[in-house]
């Protein structure tokens, strides 16, 4: 029996694992693929089809609500991306660039420490941390409290791919360089910065993924007319659904897609 | 040889990694002088110091005692990016993000030379490497030999005063790295840099160098010609990395005309070299290579007598085991079979070992 | 003798000290930003636990401990003893068994996929990776929203049900515990995959064929060889599932329709309808300090662990 199944295997193959895989990327996509296909129904509910129509997307992109919230998600975002990701790239060199250091160790925690401290911790912490500030000191930053926000978690995603591209580097490259004349202003600008780009491109993309989908702390902590994407579609949510709602996911959800992919992609072409 | 200017020496070097009862001393003063126009290899196993000695000179490291001197000037303090010394690294560490040209042109574009003088040396060197047509590609496009070739131009493009080779042969499969053996000699003899080789392959390193200094543990043992080394070495641990050879203990019997009488363990006495600056008395040990001694029958006159235990036909030559009387260590002799060697002895044979006049050397154990 | 340092060393040092530790500080700005907005808010947070909450949401500046008694007893309406109220704990047991559910089912589930995909032909196994990625990466609350259109009345998977007979009409899936853990089993499962899939990636498959040679079958080298040297992933995968899921707040919040609750939405809610910062505050730090265990095992299990591959 074990034979005959050798026979026509690789060895490395267990029985149904296969099918396992299959079964877990149907479980994965299938609720999202109907969520993309109602987005392209004529009716009005999203419990009756009628027919293939765009017109939510009509509707949703209209909709000033809609405007209003991608203006929001897209200013919060971007900022944050962008001051996240220079801010780990510094991280980054000063934490493979340099002689061992004392708090180096610690300061490697502090930098990853968003990543392990559940979600709701951190929303409700900041929720509380900005309370007193505008309570006892009188300050608000409006929308850029959100900006905060976000930048204190993306900074451990922007900085994990790009130190993973400085520890790859070959570090003769740079001794290169500097046996070629390069004093260590140049061998940076010429060498190790060039060399560093899909390491920050892929930072900045996973940065901006978590900032624009984040929804538990900027719900939390977003003051009134402070609505983002995510917000909005659960102000949606609680009332009457119309296909509306899934054609403003489906666009949230191509956006995720395009920028994992991006990533991704640059990642792979590295590995090469 | 023409006995030249010196290029680079290193005065009393001491290199410690780590501090306190974890320091390890990769160079243990160290001292060694580099002629201009030389190819001079840095020859022993690894770990034996051989690459600190290499990094010291670039600049990677600093000494932690002893001065580096470039033509008279201490270098030891001076960055990389001041020293007038270029690398090609084992790894060749091209730029993966410059085209062979812009790799080449590096170094001459940071020292700020104008585009027009750039672009003629890269050419020039391109020639010089025969690569021409492989100007604009990427690096990862090119082939591990051609890889070889650009980081050769690269680091000779800015003329340095000195080259520095780290092991760039060893990624190269073994008939490539023989055609990049004879194209090595032929680009030092072509520019006329001095270039400072550093490998731990014996036939790589004799077969290039002008002079070779063999090394072990962070220490210079022997530094010579290839024919010195091979020959007339003078350290049990240099006669053993280089080749195959034979060590017999004897005593002094006296010396004369710069030349050792030893009395060996089966009573004959033969005369043997002795290593600069060693006044060798009491018990010795000399070393005779194996092609250096003869097999003959046993009732003719001998320096040495045994059994033949063994012997091994190898193509162009045959080799012999002989058990010498009182003596553990087989004793080997390499006859070339052009010469009617192979023949006429047989495993068990009584016989008899004629070394070759002068041909042996004392040691300094 | 006590040897001074050579010139070139003396200057060597100074250069490393101008170079090598300059680049230091460029570490600062990021250390400093998340200590200030990162760690200064939990710091503050465990402050507020011990405080007095404000009729209206905040706090006063007032020491007690009241929240941790609260989180456990309840005052009587009438003579104000404290009476034991498990409500609070019930929630947190409630939590644990839906995280410990949720990995258990998304490790049966990840695994052979995991395995599956590391046993692909390199070109196709990049696929695999992104396939897994994009679900990872994307939107919370809309692939929430997607669970939520399928297991609704008129959902698909009733739709399908009645279609196929089992069931003659609808039966209710939202907002019950089952929505709960299908909603975190759905979220989390590329967390599983992932970790589990880079540590057997790097697996080298020439112990399964010493394990056949030995005469193990395909089972046997799979629980004796593969599993045992994948325990590293396993563990992380477990983790990567675990902790957030044990912390979620949005899936109940729209698949548990606000009556089932989880630790998540407790904290949330006292924030907000309930206004008793103080305790949500010390909710919050019971949890952490859940997290804080199981960051604890995962950091004693993958300390001393062997690596292998090439």
């Known amino acids: ?272 | 040889m023409a006995a030249g200017q010196t290029a680079i020496e290193a005065k009393g070097v001491t290199k410690q990694f780590g501090a306190g009862p974890d320091a390890v001393k990769a160079l243990d003063n160290v001292s060694v002088s580099i002629r201009e126009n030389e190819f001079f290899t840095l020859l022993g196993p690894s770990g034996c110091g051989k690459t600190t000695l290499l990094r010291l000179i670039a600049g990677f490291d600093f000494p932690t005692e002893g001065e580096i001197l470039l033509y008279g000037q201490d270098i030891a303090p001076l960055p990389p990016f001041k020293r007038p010394v270029n690398t090609v690294f084992q790894s060749y560490a091209l730029f993966p993000h410059m085209t062979v040209a812009q790799n080449i042109g590096f170094g001459l574009e940071m020292l700020g030379k104008p585009r027009s003088e750039i672009d003629a040396r890269v050419t020039q060197m391109l020639q010089l490497v025969r690569m021409e047509e492989l100007r604009n590609r990427r690096t990862s496009q090119i082939s591990g030999g051609q890889q070889q070739r650009v980081a050769l131009a690269r680091a000779l493009a800015p003329a340095p005063k000195v080259l520095l080779l780290d092991e760039p042969l060893s990624a190269l499969d073994a008939k490539l790295r023989k055609d990049m053996q004879i194209e090595l000699k032929r680009l030092q003899h072509e520019t006329g840099i001095t270039f400072i080789f550093v490998t731990h392959d014996q036939e790589e390193a004799l077969t290039m160098s002008d002079r070779i200094a063999v090394m072990s543990k962070g220490n210079i043992l022997q530094v010579g010609s290839p024919r010195d080394i091979y020959d007339r070495p003078s350290e049990r641990f240099v006669a053993n990395f280089i080749g195959e050879t034979n060590f017999l203990a004897g005593e002094m019997a006296g010396v004369s005309g710069g030349e050792a009488s030893v009395k060996l363990t089966g009573g004959s006495v033969i005369t043997a070299g002795i290593p600069e600056g060693l006044k060798p008395s009491g018990k010795v040990t000399i070393v005779v290579r194996p092609e250096h001694a003869d097999l003959v029958q046993g009732e003719t006159p001998a320096d040495l007598r045994g059994v033949l235990e063994n012997v091994v036909y190898f193509g162009t030559d045959t080799h012999y085991y002989v058990k010498l009387d009182g003596s553990p260590e087989p004793f080997i002799i390499r006859q070339q079979n052009t010469r009617g060697g192979g023949q006429g002895f047989a495993r068990g044979d009584k016989v008899g070992i004629a070394l070759e006049a002068h041909s042996a050397q004392v040691l300094r154990d | 003798m006590a040897k001074a340092l050579s010139k070139a060393e003396q200057v060597a040092r100074a250069m490393e000290g101008q170079q090598m530790t300059r680049n230091r500080w460029l570490s600062m700005p990021a250390v400093l930003f998340i200590t200030v907005f990162g760690i200064g808010p939990l710091i503050l947070m465990f402050i507020y636990s011990f405080l007095v909450a404000a009729p209206y949401g905040g706090v006063v500046w007032k020491f007690t401990t009241d929240a941790y008694v609260y989180f456990l007893f309840q005052a009587d309406i009438f003579d104000g003893t404290l009476q034991f109220a498990p409500d609070f704990l019930i929630i947190y047991f409630r939590s644990f068994v839906f995280a410990l559910i949720t990995t258990g089912v998304c490790l049966v589930l990840g695994f052979p996929t995991a395995y599956f995909m590391a046993t692909r032909p390199p070109s196709q196994r990049n696929w695999w990776v992104l396939l897994i990625t994009i679900p990872f990466w994307s939107n919370l609350l809309v692939r929430t929203l997607a669970i939520m259109f399928i297991i609704r009345d008129q959902g698909l998977l009733n739709g399908f049900l009645i279609w196929i007979g089992v069931i003659d009409k609808p039966i209710t899936l939202l907002y019950t515990d089952f929505a709960i853990v299908l909603g975190l089993l759905y979220s989390y499962l590329p967390f599983m995959v992932l970790p589990l899939y880079s540590s057997l990636e790097k697996f080298d498959f020439r112990l399964v064929e010493a394990g056949f040679d030995l005469y193990a079958t395909r089972r046997r080298v799979l629980w004796r060889i593969i599993i045992p040297i994948a325990r590293p992933g396993i563990i992380a995968g477990c983790l990567l599932v675990f902790i957030p899921a044990l912390g979620a707040y949005v899936t109940p919040l729209i698949l548990g329709g606000g009556k089932h609750l989880m630790i998540g939405d407790l904290i949330a809610q006292q924030f907000g309808s309930g206004r008793n910062w103080p305790l949500g505050s010390a909710q919050a730090f019971i949890l952490m300090a859940a997290v804080l265990v199981a960051l604890y095992f995962y950091v004693r299990n993958t300390s001393g662990k062997v690596t292998h591959g090439h």
Not at chain 1, 52 to 70: K, R
Request: charged content about 10%.
């Open chain 1, 1 to 272: 029996m074990a034979t005959s199944a050798f026979k026509h295997r690789d060895v490395k193959d267990q029985p149904g694992f296969g099918a396992m895989a299959i079964i877990c990327l149907l479980v994965l996509y299938v609720p999202i693929l109907i969520l993309m296909i109602w987005s392209f129904n004529s009716g009005s509910l999203v419990t009756h089809w009628e027919g293939v129509s765009l017109q939510w997307y009509g509707v949703a992109l209209q909709n000033e609500d809609f405007h209003n919230a991608a203006k929001n998600t897209l200013i919060i975002s971007i900022t944050a991306t962008l001051v996240s990701t220079t801010f780990a790239t510094m991280a980054a060199i000063g934490m493979t660039r340099v002689k061992a250091w004392r708090g180096m160790g610690a300061s490697f925690m502090v930098i990853n420490l968003p990543l392990m401290v559940p979600e709701i911790i951190t929303a409700v912490a900041t929720l509380s941390f900005f309370a007193l500030l505008a309570g006892k000191l009188d300050l608000n930053f409006g929308i850029g409290n959100i900006i905060i926000a976000h930048t204190v978690f993306c900074i451990p995603f922007a900085y994990m791919p790009i130190r993973a591209r400085l520890e790859d580097m070959d570090l003769t490259l740079e001794n290169a360089a500097a046996d070629l004349y390069a004093t260590p202003w140049n061998a940076f600008r010429r060498v190790t910065f060039p060399l560093m780009i899909p390491g920050i491109l892929s930072g900045l993309a996973l940065a901006f993924i978590v900032s624009f989908d984040d929804f538990t702390i900027t719900q939390l902590i977003a003051g009134p007319g402070q609505t983002t994407l995510p917000l909005y579609i659960w102000n949606q949510i609680r009332r009457p659904m119309t296909p509306e709602i899934n054609a403003i996911s489906t666009i949230l959800l191509l956006v995720s897609i395009l920028f994992v992919s991006v990533s991704f992609l640059i990642a792979r072409r590295r590995s090469k």
